[in-house]
């Protein structure tokens, strides 16, 4: 009953570091998102695949890039991580047609120096 | 303007009272809604979806939808000290491919 599953849960880098999150889904979902949140600002949009094999820019893509893996994986990449970008990262899927929603991941706290 | 408005509270409601809930969005093709809790520290998790105008209840929670005013809502009947967290409002168009625009939440707290 795995869900979405995020690694790692917890993650320290120092400025200019790279990094990659992952993310897993097992419920056969077509769509995934990359999400960060910061006090006061909620879930913004990072980036999004909205099927195997398609990606696309949210809201925030800017000091990122994702690939979609297969149907099951969707990782997102720091490549000189910044400060500003000391944030929570959730992962979410969902089947992708009409009006379904989106399934969150326990999240990624990651902290930059 | 937002595309989702929510009150940010906190909204403080003795126990065993209703627990009103607001959100408006710009939107107009915005077809479905959900609302998503989210405890502190943890992921939002889905607890309710509405797809058309009226009412639908599910346990202690009723979500409202009015299309013509672009406005949702979510009560929280005879509240506990559990539902103590933020409540988010994600309006679904079509064509969006799924994405969701998320309110900023609000934040309940309930008082014993």
């Known amino acids: 009953n795995a869900g979405v599953t995020q690694t790692p849960k917890f993650q320290v880098l120092k400025t200019g570091q790279s990094m990659t999150l992952q993310c897993a889904q097992d419920m056969n979902h077509n769509s995934m998102y990359w999400y960060r949140q910061d006090p006061g600002m909620g879930l913004r949009l990072i980036y999004y695949?909205?099927?195997?094999?398609?990606?696309d820019k949210g809201e925030v893509p800017n000091g990122y890039n994702v690939s979609r893996l297969n149907k099951r994986e969707f990782s997102l990449r720091l490549e000189s991580a910044a400060p500003s970008q000391t944030s929570v990262y959730f992962c979410?899927?969902?089947?992708?047609?009409?009006?379904?929603?989106?399934?969150f991941g326990d999240g990624t706290r990651l902290s930059i120096l | 303007q937002k595309e989702v408005e929510q009150n940010s509270g906190p909204l403080s409601v003795p126990e065993g009272a209703i627990a009103s809930l607001n959100c408006t969005y710009s939107d107009r093709v915005s077809q479905s809604f959900f609302w998503y809790r989210q405890y502190s520290g943890k992921s939002p998790e889905l607890i309710m979806s509405i797809y058309s105008n009226g009412d639908k209840e599910d346990g202690r929670f009723t979500a409202q939808l009015n299309k013509a005013s672009q406005y949702v809502s979510l009560l929280i009947r005879d509240s506990q000290p559990s539902d103590s967290a933020t409540y988010l409002c994600a309006p679904w168009r079509r064509n969006s491919w799924g994405k969701l625009q998320f309110g900023a939440g609000t934040q309940v707290v309930v008082t014993p």
């Open positions: 695949s909205a099927s195997e094999g398609t990606t």
């Open positions: 979410a899927s969902s089947e992708g047609g009409n009006n379904q929603p989106q399934h």
